[in-house]
């Protein structure tokens, strides 16, 4: 019901609850999640973090947020293969020192979360060309 309403989630409560901040397990919160393809801008590797997909609207290449990588090794050889192949210049109006970019038409699977514009909760599950095999 909730995901057929396009919503992003919903709160549940036991009924005797009240509400506290921090974490509980009175008051649950079930996400609903979809999947988008967006051009990848760049990824973002700085020593010591995660890695980060940059991505874009498809055609206009507006930035819409970023993605974790799958941590798959597979799924993260692959995707630095394509960036290296694909090595390109920043969006006009980027600058991240510690984004490896890339040319445009690098189309991307996301997983995020539904009802947003921008993308929230975002993993990169690979590319429009792969065979799905996730």
Known sequence: MV?????????SKRRDSKYRSGPST????A???????????????????????????IGTRKYVGSAFINPSRAIRERLWK???????????????PATQWVKPGLIGRVKHLRGEE?????????????????
């Open 26 to 29: 009175n008051w649950l919160k």
């Open 3 to 11: 995901d057929q309403a396009g919503l992003e989630g919903m709160v």
């Open 82 to 96: 394509r960036v290296q192949e694909h090595a390109g210049t920043p969006p006009k109006g980027m600058k991240r």
């Open 118 to 134: 921008d993308l929230r909760h975002a993993s990169l599950l690979g590319f429009g060309d792969e065979d799905q095999d996730h």
């Open 31 to 57: 996400k609903c999640y979809t999947i988008g393809e967006f051009e990848l801008l760049g990824v973002e590797r700085e020593a010591g973090k995660p890695a980060f997909a940059l991505m874009g609207e």
